[in-house]
């Protein structure tokens, strides 16, 4: 089974950054498609970012477009979220995915990682 494991997270100020890192467990890693989400306490899990394979470039939630940048690195099994000019709407718990196909529904996505905690203090 894939495994996905999550790194990174805190607690920052406004206007601060933060990285987010995953490592795959598993075989094929260049098969599917990874992405990231985020869940504020009582609220959907919704879509932050996804990326495929190749040269494509990610897919960004409005929200956090021109703030947020995706990688995969296909030879190390990882990727990351690297974020900048955070918001306190930022806070939430941060999941790392991977799918079949990008979608914007989390729950048709495969495999989760354990979730990360990101507190942007105003």
């Known amino acids: 089974q894939v495994q996905l494991v999550q790194s990174g997270g805190g607690l920052v100020q406004a206007g601060g950054s933060l990285r987010l890192s995953c490592t795959f467990s598993g075989r094929i890693f260049s098969s599917y498609v990874m992405g990231w989400f985020r869940q504020a306490p009582e609220k959907e899990r919704e879509f932050v970012a996804a990326?495929?394979?190749?040269?494509?470039?990610?897919d960004y939630a409005d929200s956090v477009k021109g703030r947020f940048t995706m990688s995969r690195d296909n030879d190390k099994k990882t990727v990351s979220l690297e974020m900048n000019s955070l918001k306190p709407e930022d806070t939430a718990n941060y999941y790392c995915?991977?799918?079949?196909?990008?979608?914007?529904?989390?729950?048709?996505?495969?495999?989760w990682g354990q979730g990360t905690q990101v507190t942007v203090s105003s």
């Open positions: 995915a991977a799918g079949v196909s990008v979608y914007s529904d989390p729950r048709h996505w495969n495999f």
């Open positions: 990326i495929r394979r190749g040269s494509r470039e990610p």
